[in-house]
């Protein structure tokens, strides 16, 4: 269906709500994610989190966004499993009791543990097997009154070293969050919350609750975890505006560069270029940006950064950096080697003049001088691949020592567009995807089966929120950037065009549909059915390949009634 050339004109007030949206509905909606004004996954309309977000597996820091100081940041990881179930078998107690879900927990949720000792020197661990690095082991402990067991510690094991020891916690009645950082050079075999040196007494109980373990030298917000690792949501912000986006859902994406820090890894190739590691601060604060010079000979002059393994006719890959100038006016990509077929493209830092050339090179600004550039190439042939920069916006010329480049963050990926940067320290890193979804009572609770209206306000392109059915193949009400909004029951579909829009709304009710892209309505469907759903997709499609946004998500907000036609234009104006 075509939006038609109409414009609202008409303002709904509904005052004393504090919330411009719900005063320009008129009404207060059952369900409002508010991901970019309160970077969380609480529901304004009830205070709850209703929103069950994942991101397990994956390796440690390869989950990154933007954060509001322009900066860089990585997402929390839990490597811990059963966080909140200390009777689960990933956790073996010793001379000691867990019972879950018997205490209040700093949550409000009756999901903390019990754990009561059956003789001294009680204890709880969970095996792990992680890398070397430095490590930061946290849990929530509350102590009961009366009870000898409250010189507790935290302890980690390294695979070499033996088991380290965090000093002895002070506990009290309250709760608290303890947290032991400590180095393991030689991995990481287990974590254990110890009554140690012979104390404690049969009968005596303390409360855990959230215990996490992060590749961190800093205690991370808690992430709750199941039968796998989990990663925190990640809330972006505008690279040098710091302006916040709100909620980032991205599909799983593998860094295929080895070492996207280091210019100097023996495998990259380095034509007439002077590499030095380490020389400026990069884009996520720390010093580990590199400078690469041009040598004084009439050549090309670039990092080359080969690829392990051989990419694919046919496939789409995007490269992508971060750069900032060191004296150099310019910045060029090339595709290079068997397998592309010289792409490229190139910006001017003086003139500002970006030529896309033919890899649809882009420029993004970040944060202190830095930018991230792009280029899109689809593989020649199946063979090897080595995406370059150049610090100039040339092939060949008589290099200039003083007109460097600062580099850092390599990435190249498979698909047209890059996603957020995947760190890489000797072999490629995936990233796994961004699972958001509401089901069960906390769907139940908002949803209304009969009739709604469904806002969403995002940037980028891909799925919003996709209400449908376990049962059904494709019974849903979909809103998504770039493509449609639809309502599918069985046969009967109501859709409506295609746009990039930011703000949408699509209104339901049986044989009444209609939906608005930034104040323009549609033609009302006057024959579409409603499907009956059980559960919604948030920033994903899981039917018919499990594409993803590739933006943040501002807002999602649904009202239980099917708003009319003019309201639709007043919201998304």
């Given at each position: 269906?075509?939006?038609?050339?109409?414009?609202?004109?008409?303002i709904?007030?509904?005052?004393?709500?504090?919330?411009?949206?719900?005063d320009?509905?008129?009404?207060?909606?059952?369900?409002?994610?508010?991901?970019?004004?309160?970077?969380?996954?609480?529901?304004?309309?009830?205070g709850e989190?209703?929103?069950?977000?994942?991101?397990?597996?994956?390796?440690?820091?390869?989950?990154?966004?933007?954060?509001?100081?322009?900066?860089?940041?990585?997402?929390?990881t839990?490597?811990?499993?059963?966080?909140?179930?200390?009777?689960?078998?990933a956790?073996?107690?010793?001379?000691?009791?867990?019972?879950?879900?018997t205490?209040t927990?700093?949550?409000g949720?009756?999901t903390?543990?019990?754990?009561?000792?059956t003789?001294?020197?009680?204890?709880?661990?969970?095996?792990?097997?992680?890398?070397?690095?430095?490590y930061?082991?946290?849990?929530?402990?509350?102590a009961?009154?009366?009870n000898?067991?409250?010189?507790?510690?935290?302890?980690?094991?390294?695979?070499t070293?033996?088991?380290l020891?965090?000093?002895?916690?002070?506990?009290?009645?309250?709760w608290?969050?303890?947290?032991y950082?400590?180095?393991?050079?030689n991995?990481?075999?287990?974590v254990?919350?110890?009554?140690?040196?012979?104390?404690?007494a049969?009968?005596?109980?303390?409360?855990?609750?959230?215990?996490?373990?992060?590749?961190?030298?800093?205690?991370?917000?808690?992430?709750?975890?199941?039968?796998?690792?989990?990663?925190?949501?990640?809330?972006?912000?505008?690279p040098t505006?710091?302006?916040?986006?709100?909620?980032l859902v991205?599909?799983?994406?593998?860094?295929?560069?080895?070492?996207?820090?280091?210019?100097?890894?023996?495998?990259?190739?380095?034509?007439?270029?002077?590499?030095?590691?380490?020389?400026?601060v990069?884009p996520?604060?720390?010093?580990?940006?590199?400078?690469?010079?041009?040598?004084a000979?009439?050549?090309?002059?670039?990092?080359?950064?080969?690829?392990?393994?051989?990419?694919t006719?046919?496939?789409?890959?995007?490269?992508?950096a971060?750069?900032?100038?060191?004296g150099?006016?310019?910045?060029?990509?090339?595709?290079?080697?068997?397998?592309?077929?010289n792409?490229?493209?190139?910006?001017n830092?003086?003139?500002?003049?970006?030529?896309?050339g033919?890899?649809?090179?882009?420029?993004?600004?970040?944060?202190?001088g830095?930018?991230?550039?792009?280029?899109?190439?689809?593989?020649?042939?199946?063979?090897?691949?080595?995406?370059?920069?150049?610090?100039?916006?040339?092939?060949?010329w008589?290099?200039?020592?003083?007109?460097?480049?600062?580099?850092?963050?390599a990435?190249?990926?498979?698909?047209?567009f890059?996603?957020?940067?995947?760190p890489?320290?000797?072999?490629?890193?995936?990233?796994?995807?961004?699972?958001?979804?509401?089901?069960?009572?906390?769907?139940?609770?908002?949803?209304?089966?009969?009739?709604?209206?469904?806002?969403a306000?995002?940037?980028?392109?891909?799925?919003?929120?996709?209400?449908?059915?376990?049962a059904?193949?494709?019974?849903?009400?979909?809103?998504?950037?770039?493509?449609?909004?639809?309502?599918?029951s069985?046969s009967?579909?109501?859709?409506?065009?295609?746009?990039?829009?930011?703000?949408?709304?699509?209104?339901?009710?049986?044989?009444n549909?209609?939906?608005a892209?930034?104040?323009?309505?549609?033609?009302?469907?006057?024959?579409?059915a409603?499907?009956s759903v059980?559960?919604?997709?948030?920033?994903?499609?899981?039917?018919?390949?499990a594409t993803?946004?590739?933006?943040?998500i501002?807002r999602?907000?649904?009202?239980?009634?099917?708003?009319?036609?003019?309201?639709?234009?007043?919201?998304?104006?």
């Open positions: 269906m075509r939006l038609s050339g109409t414009k609202a004109t008409a709904h007030q509904y005052r004393g709500l504090g919330n411009q949206l719900w320009l509905a008129g009404t207060r909606p059952s369900l409002d994610l508010q991901f970019s004004e309160s970077k969380s996954l609480n529901d304004a309309a009830t989190n209703l929103v069950n977000h994942t991101r397990a597996g994956g390796a440690a820091n390869a989950a990154t966004y933007v954060g509001s100081d322009g900066l860089i940041k990585t997402a929390t839990n490597y811990l499993l059963w966080s909140e179930e200390f009777e689960n078998a956790w073996t107690a010793i001379r000691a009791n867990p019972v879950d879900n205490a927990a700093p949550n949720k009756l903390a543990s019990t754990f009561t000792a003789d001294i020197d009680p204890y709880i661990f969970q095996t792990v097997s992680l890398p070397a690095g430095t930061t082991f946290s849990v929530y402990i509350k009961k009154s009366g000898s067991t409250n010189n507790l510690r935290l302890r980690v094991a390294d695979a070293l033996g088991v020891s965090s000093s002895v916690l002070t506990l009290a009645t309250e608290q969050r303890f947290q950082t400590v180095a393991c050079p991995g990481i075999t287990q254990r919350i110890d009554a140690p040196d012979q104390t404690g049969a009968g005596d109980v303390v409360y855990l609750w959230g215990a996490q373990l992060e590749q961190s030298s800093t205690v991370g917000e808690y992430v709750p975890t199941t039968s796998t690792i989990n990663s925190a949501p990640r809330f972006d912000h505008d505006t710091g302006e916040s986006l709100g909620l991205e599909e799983s994406r593998t860094n295929l560069l080895p070492v996207s820090e280091d210019v100097t890894f023996p495998s990259y190739q380095r034509g007439e270029i002077t590499p030095s590691i380490n020389t400026a990069a996520d604060g720390s010093t580990t940006a590199d400078t690469i010079a041009p040598t000979v009439l050549t090309e002059h670039f990092i080359g950064y080969t690829t392990p393994s051989n990419v006719a046919g496939t789409t890959y995007t490269f992508s971060f750069v900032k100038p060191n150099t006016d310019s910045v060029r990509i090339r595709f290079a080697f068997t397998g592309f077929n792409e490229n493209g190139s910006h830092f003086t003139t500002g003049i970006t030529s896309a033919n890899c649809d090179f882009q420029i993004q600004p970040y944060a202190n830095w930018y991230r550039i792009q280029g899109t190439a689809v593989a020649s042939s199946t063979g090897a691949a080595q995406p370059r920069i150049y610090p100039k916006g040339l092939n060949s008589l290099g200039v020592p003083s007109e460097a480049l600062f580099v850092w963050g990435q190249l990926e498979e698909d047209s890059p996603t957020s940067y995947i890489t320290e000797g072999t490629t890193v995936t990233r796994a995807a961004d699972v958001a979804s509401i089901s069960g009572a906390n769907f139940s609770s908002w949803y209304r089966q009969d009739e709604g209206t469904v806002f306000e995002a940037n980028g392109s891909g799925p919003l929120i996709i209400p449908r059915a376990t059904s193949a494709v019974d849903r009400i979909q809103l998504v950037i770039g493509i449609s909004a639809v309502v599918v069985g009967v579909q109501a859709g409506f065009g295609n746009t990039t829009a930011a703000k949408r709304v699509l209104a339901y009710k049986a044989n549909t209609n939906m892209f930034d104040g323009v309505t549609g033609v009302n469907d006057t024959s579409c409603i499907p059980d559960y919604a997709t948030i920033g994903y499609l899981d039917f018919g390949g993803r946004n590739n933006g943040a501002k999602i907000t649904f009202w239980p009634q099917r708003l009319p036609d003019e309201t639709l234009q007043t919201i998304t104006q």
